[in-house]
């Protein structure tokens, strides 16, 4: 347990110190809005209704070449209302520049826009350190816990089997995952900068393939749910089940989810940092903190599935991987929704997005 | 039946339900669909306004295709929600290359095509998956 744990810090710090080289520079919010609203101020200065077309062509551009991308991508990831606000408004004062509006009234709803993105810098960042604390601490929890999950109900029932040595194979694979998501994390940060389709492909097969897994698993406990089955199974198949192919499926079932849960962490922080100049102590605190919940989760839950009956306990579990096989694949569909890029950059956007879209699933 | 092949015929169901679940949903209302042919129809002004010479016409339908008809129909955020910011990034970058050969007086041609063809066919998807007007997934 120690060493998972050792093994999950690790892996985020060495996520952690690798953001220069799969993220670009953090954008700098308030000169990028400042930059905005300097050009909205000239173009409006020099909005003539007989000569409408450079004002429409000015405004148009500033939304394609300054707001629209990293700028309006991390708004929406603090602040999606924000962001419809502010697209809706450069729609606003386009629309009254085309309808040849007189300046007070362009210059009305270039104010309104103007007003909207004052309220920017504010929004980015948030709550500053205690946010990003917050933040912190929740990625971590709740990614650990959904492995968690599966690692605990994996090494119980090896416990329970009478075999609990034979839970090194699950640990083997937590241990497996933990360093395949180091590299996955360091492949996602420069294959996907490059190339979205294999983003979606990877992802997209790994996903599927542990919603099979944990599908058969789950099945596979809750059939053992009957503690008259599940004895006279033991009784009779524990010598073969452990030391053949369920013992592998077992072991492959952990890695899948520590591999998904680690590679996230890490690209999750990535954008936590990135996003969160100047933050770092309270990023720490937050992730240090939830390594100690997920210590006093995991010792809770090793405890419980102790004194749990059987019968009980093996139905929660399985419900649980249940949970969790038709979980991933709403994920897959959610997370997609939203695909920010607070750095300007593939790894940056997918882990921003799934950040948001990963702090809002239960 | 052992265990493990009723956890394979379980395995399968789910993989069904899975498959199933979206095909459920492929009677589309064309909704999406007509939104983008409102969106074509501004751009081929925009092509044929360049065409007969009249290049401001042009730029300003270029532009209008985007703002007034794409965002405004909630197309943008439709795409946002069902098929993803990059998708929305990529389209808006046809829009963005539509408007500069408008600006630049050059043919259209080449960035109209393409612009309609991703827009035709993301409304077929849109419909597909029943996205709202509104552009919101419905059962979210």
């Excluded at chain 1, 993105?117 to 929890?141: E, Y």
């Excluded at chain 2, 007509?34 to 360049?50: L, S, T």
């Amino acid at each position: 347990m120690r060493r998972l744990l050792l093994a999950l810090a690790v892996i985020v710090s060495f996520g952690l110190s690798c953001p220069a080289s799969s993220l670009a520079a953090p954008l700098d919010i308030a000169a990028a809005v400042s930059a905005v609203q300097a050009k909205g101020d000239a173009l409006v200065e020099s909005y003539d209704p007989a000569q409408k077309m450079p004002t429409m062509r000015g405004f148009s551009s500033l939304y394609f070449e300054q707001f629209d991308g990293d700028l309006e991508n991390t708004i929406g990831a603090a602040d999606p209302a924000l962001k419809s606000e502010l697209e809706a408004g450069f729609a606003q004062v386009i629309g009254q520049v085309r309808k040849g509006g007189t300046p007070a009234e362009v210059q009305a709803s270039w104010q309104a826009l103007r007003d909207g993105l004052d309220r920017v810098p504010s929004r980015i960042g948030g709550g500053g350190a205690w946010a990003t604390f917050l933040q912190s601490f929740l990625i971590l929890v709740r990614e650990g816990f959904e492995a968690m999950l599966v690692v605990t109900a994996l090494v119980a029932y090896l416990r329970r089997s009478g075999a609990p040595e034979k839970a090194r194979v699950v640990y083997q694979g937590v241990g497996l995952a933990l360093l395949a998501s180091l590299a996955m994390a360091w492949g996602m940060s420069t294959l996907f900068s490059m190339s979205g389709a294999g983003r979606e492909a990877m992802e997209g097969g790994t996903m599927l393939l542990a919603s099979a897994v944990l599908f058969y698993c789950s099945y596979w406990l809750f059939a053992k749910r009957e503690a008259a089955r599940w004895q006279s199974y033991v009784q009779s198949q524990i010598d073969q089940a452990l030391s053949g192919g369920r013992l592998y499926a077992l072991g492959f079932a952990a890695f899948l989810a520590v591999f998904r849960e680690g590679a996230e962490t890490v690209l999750f922080y990535q954008a936590l940092a990135a996003g969160a100049p100047g933050q770092m102590p309270a990023l720490l605190g937050g992730l240090a903190l939830a390594i100690v919940a997920l210590a006093a989760i995991y010792v809770a839950m090793r405890v419980l599935s102790i004194r749990l009956p059987l019968r009980l306990f093996f139905g929660v579990t399985a419900a649980l991987l249940y949970y969790l096989a038709f979980f991933v694949r709403r994920e897959r569909r959610g997370r997609d929704a939203e695909w920010p890029c607070p750095a300007g950059d593939a790894a940056g956007r997918l882990a921003q997005s799934e950040l948001v879209g990963g702090l809002s699933h239960p | 039946m052992s265990v493990l092949r009723r956890a394979v015929l379980c395995l399968g169901l789910g993989i069904g339900l899975m498959v199933a679940a979206p095909l459920a949903g492929h009677a589309a209302d064309g909704h999406w669909v007509r939104v983008a042919e409102k969106v074509i129809a501004e751009i081929d002004r925009a092509e044929a306004a360049m065409k007969a010479g009249n290049a401001e016409a042009a730029e300003e339908s270029a532009i209008a295709s985007y703002f007034d008809l794409f965002e405004a129909l909630n197309m943008e955020i439709a795409e946002r929600q069902a098929l993803g910011a990059r998708r929305v990034a990529e389209v808006e970058s046809l829009f963005h290359d539509l408007q500069k050969q408008a600006a630049k007086r050059a043919d259209l041609r080449a960035a109209a095509t393409a612009l309609r063809q991703a827009l035709r066919a993301d409304a077929k998807q849109l419909d597909a998956d029943h996205v709202a007007p509104d552009g919101s997934l419905k059962g979210q």
